[in-house]
């Protein structure tokens, strides 16, 4: 969240025409949340890898799966990638996966598998390879069954020229919780060096254990959470293997492209079919209220209420709120906006310090924030317990217990400190959010921007049709000198173009905002009312017991809000006119003299957001890939993470 709720400045307005002209597409088309398999787990994944002079890569995973509740399941399927976008944003290649000599084996469940493969339809540079295990006429009634899958890769390998490589994503983020997963690599030549990276997306944080043990590199992780990957590289001697570089080729182009460049489409029935299209999708999206009930009011009985909904006369009669809402910061962050970005990462370390779970101390005049763990049971939320072993924990080399809490300091400032802590933070106050009936869709996972500043329709279609004017009349002149073709058929074209980027743009940012359910809806409106007073009060309106740190208490919703230089003012004024004391909170254990309300707070606040935020590219050379995409090296290029090799892919039961 990195707008206040009901300000309503122009740059918002354009924002949110954008989000009412565009997310009918990346809404309808994004996959929904795991549904009866979400409950499954695997007790152990073994996997062997084994790297011929050819280049092949041989694969054998014998995984115990342990299904979840809904038992009765027929069997698993697992995904394996066969073509992704390879390199950077820039590398307009493919790398292509070929699978073969396919086999499964169980001793104590049906191992009759079916293949197919299927790309994306909407970016047909990703497809997978679906292998689907088990028998439609047969249930399984065990908790437990084996598995295991053979299959040989071409293409896999990577080449420097000082070595070969195999960097690769042993899991995707489509597989459940994995108790213990165990990688043996054999290459020729034996492994020279090993990398290995476990968590989210883009996470660097080293696996449980990466040796090299007799020439063969053997990695584990354990606990590996739903959503989490595993990413292994192994260096290869230069010279051993034929076939060492990825197949690569030009990057896929989807359907609607190929329509486009061959003039195929009705513009301007296109584009009022889409601009229709987003419309209902937008009210279908709207926020739900409990009828006769007044804003910020949750009734006794909620569920026997009932339920409309959301309108711009309801948002407009929120009442003024002189207390912080009846909810943690970071839902409250996560109700505005429907996403939780790095605003909610340091109003949540504030708010653990207000509440005795650390202590934070600042220097150089709070550009250099630093932290140290008081009390871990102060923190009673499960995100909150998370969040402190991803910034405090530590590794046990002994290898008995995942994680310990260390007693050093830690350096908040340095750029990409917090960013695991910030992830994780996203998705448990999401899970959480949505499993307590807040919201019945969240935004994008991570970020900033967004706000809940009511529509204007007339505002939004006047910008959105000279900026669409503008764009058309852009792709037309292109059109035209490209292909060299008539002015009829590239208006078309030109059309057909505007109604998707209508469609997709807009339904893409309404659905960053999420949906809230009435409950959810009342509980914004607390915050929205909370915010108002603290972006309206002066000094000698607020109002507060005597003894009370108000300063304190309210500084965590004013970091969300991005209110923190106003409250901190405020503050100085209290100060002035003797009612708050000069010297720093509880919470504070560096040097008194220092702390100052005014310029202390909002550098502290902005170096805690730049530990929250990713490690600025280097402007150097090196490839690497992003998320979601091969490419690049782990020994070299800035190194390697979570999600950078190729492969991966998911499973899950059926």
């Given amino acids: 969240m990195s707008h206040s709720p009901t300000a309503g400045t122009a740059g918002r307005r354009l924002g949110l025409l954008l989000a009412a002209l565009g997310l009918v597409v990346a809404g309808l088309v994004t996959p929904g949340v795991a549904q009866a398999q979400s409950a499954d787990s695997v007790d152990s994944w073994d996997v062997t890898y084994t790297v011929d002079t050819d280049g092949l890569l041989h694969v054998s995973e014998t995984l115990v799966w342990r299904f979840g509740s809904n038992s009765g399941r027929h069997g698993i399927t697992r995904t394996l990638p066969t073509r992704e976008p390879f390199g950077n944003e820039d590398d307009k290649r493919d790398a292509v996966y070929e699978i073969s000599d396919i086999s499964v084996s169980s001793p104590d469940a049906s191992a009759a598998f079916t293949t197919s493969i299927k790309c994306d339809q909407d970016d047909p540079r990703d497809c997978l390879e679906t292998i689907r295990i088990g028998d439609a006429n047969k249930r399984i009634t065990s908790a437990t069954a084996t598995y295991t ?25 489509e597989t459940p919780q994995v108790d213990l997963l165990t990688v043996t690599v054999d290459v020729p030549g034996g492994a020279q060096d090993t990398r290995c990276y476990a968590g ?3 996470s660097t944080d080293a696996c449980t254990s990466a040796t090299i043990t007799g020439g063969k590199a053997v990695f584990t992780e354990r606990n590996k959470a739903q959503g989490e990957m595993m990413t292994i590289a192994v260096q290869i001697t230069a010279g051993l293997i034929s076939d060492n570089r990825p197949h690569l080729e030009d990057a896929a182009v989807s359907n609607a492209t190929k329509a486009l460049r061959s003039g195929l489409g009705v513009g301007g029935a296109g ?3 889409a601009a229709g299209g987003l419309l209902a999708y937008r009210r279908h999206r709207r926020d739900e209220r409990f009828d006769g009930i007044p804003p910020g009011t949750v009734p006794t009985s909620p569920e026997t209420v009932r339920v409309r909904a959301d309108t711009k006369v309801d948002r407009d009669t929120i009442p003024v709120r002189v207390t912080p809402p009846d909810l943690p910061v970071p839902v409250g962050g996560l109700l505005i906006d429907g996403r939780i970005g790095v605003r909610e990462t340091s109003a949540v370390l504030v708010d653990l310090a207000v509440r005795g779970a650390i202590q934070l101390r600042a220097e150089d005049d709070g550009d250099k924030t630093y932290a140290r763990l008081v009390d871990a049971s102060r923190a009673t939320q499960p995100y909150e317990q998370r969040f402190l072993r991803d910034v405090f924990g530590k590794r046990d080399p002994s290898g008995k217990n995942a994680l310990k809490y260390s007693s050093r300091e830690v350096a908040l400032h340095k750029p990409g400190k917090l960013l695991k802590a910030s992830e994780e933070l996203s998705h448990q106050v999401n899970d959480s959010a949505t499993s307590l009936g807040l919201m019945k869709h969240t935004g994008k996972v991570g970020g900033g921007g967004g706000s809940n500043v009511p529509i204007r329709g007339f505002l939004y279609a006047l910008l959105f049709l000279v900026w669409g004017m503008g764009a058309s009349g852009i792709v037309l002149s292109g059109l035209l000198s490209i292909f060299k073709t008539s002015g009829y058929r590239v208006g078309i074209v030109a059309g057909l173009v505007f109604a998707i980027t209508i469609f997709v743009v807009g339904a893409w940012l309404i659905r960053r905002r999420g949906q809230r359910t009435a409950l959810g809806r009342a509980f914004t409106d607390q915050v929205d009312g909370f915010y108002e007073y603290l972006s309206t009060a002066e000094a000698d309106q607020i109002r507060f017991e005597e003894g009370q740190d108000i300063f304190s208490q309210y500084l965590p919703w004013a970091i969300a809000f991005d209110l923190t230089d106003r409250w901190s003012q405020i503050c100085e004024q209290l100060v002035a006119l003797g009612r708050i004391p000069s010297t720093p909170p509880a919470w504070y254990y560096g040097d008194p003299y220092s702390f100052h ?3 202390f707070v909002g550098s502290m606040v902005h170096s805690m957001n730049t530990g929250a935020s990713p490690v600025p590219s280097s402007s150097g050379g ?6 979601g995409s091969s490419g690049g090296s782990a020994f070299s290029g800035g190194g390697g993470f979570s999600g950078g090799g190729g492969g991966g892919g998911g499973a899950s039961s059926w």
């Fill in 597 to 599: 309300y005014g310029y």
């Fill in 622 to 627: 090196g490839s690497g890939g992003g998320f």
């Fill in 200 to 202: 989210r997306a883009g």
């Fill in 149 to 173: 899958i053979d299959y040989t890769v071409s293409g896999a390998l990577r080449g420097s020229g000082d070595y070969d490589e195999l960097y690769w994503d042993v899991v995707g983020t």
């Fill in 271 to 273: 584009t009022a079919a």
